[in-house]
């Protein structure tokens, strides 16, 4: 197993985006299918030792994705993924709203509008993901949250299903 991948996280806020280049060591299909399905993102979602729960999911243009951060002492944070165009193992694109269990957003946060690309590089999947903010304020208010830290966690996470499925 690759234990080199590529992470690349860098914050623009001029333009109010963060870019990340993360490589994974698996093919596209597999890489896919972690993002998309929810029984797969569900297990790597969130960063530990915070679990995902997805309540409704219906990956396709117009869909949703209705889900929980689950806290170790059972706390819950929701949120909701609306899917605005999907190109099978190419591309997605949703925006991610702070929300309550219903799905009724909650403003103080605001959107990420998510653009998310997938490559194969040899025998690796390469994902770059574009996250735009609508305000500098709200994009600070989300890395000083940890975003970073907890986006990161989130990947090992991911990597450690490709290492299982790899035995």
């Known amino acids: 197993m690759k234990s080199d991948l590529l992470m690349n996280f860098s914050v623009n806020k001029e333009n109010k985006i963060v870019n990340i280049n993360r490589e ?3 093919p596209v299909a597999n890489v896919w299918a972690a993002w998309t399905e929810p029984e797969i993102l569900d ?5 530990a030792p915070f679990k995902s729960k997805t309540k ?3 990956f396709k243009e117009g869909g949703q994705r209705l889900y929980a951060m689950i806290s170790p002492e059972g706390g819950e944070n929701w949120a909701v ?3 605005t165009s999907i190109s099978p193992k190419t591309n997605f694109k949703h925006s991610s709203t702070f ?3 219903e799905g009724n957003p909650n403003s103080a946060f605001g959107s990420s509008y998510w653009d998310i690309t997938f490559s194969e590089k040899g025998t ?14 709200e994009l600070e208010k989300i890395i000083e949250m940890g975003f970073k830290e907890g986006f990161t966690s989130a990947m090992k996470g991911l990597d450690k299903i490709f290492e299982e499925n790899a035995k």
């Not at 297990?43 to 960063?47: D, G, H, R, S």
């Not at 690796?124 to 304020?137: F, G, H, M, P, Q």
């Open 43 to 47: 297990q790597w979602w969130a960063p």
């Open 56 to 58: 409704k999911m219906e």
């Open 24 to 26: 994974f060591s698996a």
């Open 124 to 137: 690796s999947t390469i994902v770059a993901i574009v996250i735009k903010r609508d305000s500098l304020e």
């Open 81 to 83: 993924f609306d899917y």
């Open 99 to 101: 929300c309550d269990a």
